[in-house]
C-alpha cells in the first residue's frame, strides 16, 4: 500500500522567550527538501492547489493563522485535514489531489517539497487525474 496523507507533529522548544519549531528533511518529513515556499493574503473564499503531482511530495504547515487541507487519494479516499497549529503540517503523498481553502486574515501556508518545480509533473485538471489513478 502506498502512502497516506496523514498528520505530522514537529517538535517544539520553548521557554520565556517563546517557541522554536525544526523540521528536518529526511527525519521529520519522510523526504529530503529540495523547494520552499508559502502562501499568504488569500481571502476565506480562494481554494489553492487544485491539482496532483506526478513525483512531489509535500508537507503543509500554517506557520500562522489557519486553513484546511482537503485530500483525495488515487483510491478516492477523501480526507479534510485542519491546519491550525504551527507544529503540525500534513504529508501529501504524490499523486494524491490536493485543495487548500478557508484561509484565515493571518495565515501564512508554508509548503515544503521533496522536488524543485517543473510543471509538466502537475495534474491540473480533475478529470484527468481519475483517469490516471483508475477512479474516471
Known amino acids: 500500500m502506498s502512502e497516506r496523507p496523514r498528520f505530522l507533529e514537529f517538535p517544539q522548544h520553548g521557554d520565556k522567550r517563546g517557541h522554536l519549531v525544526v523540521v528536518e528533511g529526511g527525519s521529520d518529513v519522510p523526504f529530503e527538501i529540495r523547494r520552499a515556499f508559502y502562501m499568504y493574503g ?41 491546519l491550525d497549529r504551527p507544529h503540525v503540517g500534513v504529508y501529501v503523498p504524490r499523486m494524491t489531489w490536493k485543495d487548500m481553502y478557508a484561509f484565515s486574515e493571518d495565515s501564512v501556508l508554508l509548503v515544503l517539497a521533496s522536488e524543485h518545480y517543473d510543471g509538466t509533473e502537475y495534474i491540473r485538471d480533475f478529470a484527468e487525474f481519475q483517469r490516471e489513478v483508475g477512479l474516471a
Not at 513525483?55 to 506557520?63: C, D, G
Open 42 to 82: 488569500s481571502d476565506p473564499d480562494v481554494v489553492r492547489g487544485e491539482h496532483a503531482n506526478r513525483l512531489t511530495e509535500f508537507v503543509l504547515v500554517n506557520v500562522s493563522g489557519t486553513s484546511k487541507v482537503r485530500t483525495i487519494e488515487p483510491d478516492g479516499v477523501e480526507t479534510v485535514f485542519d
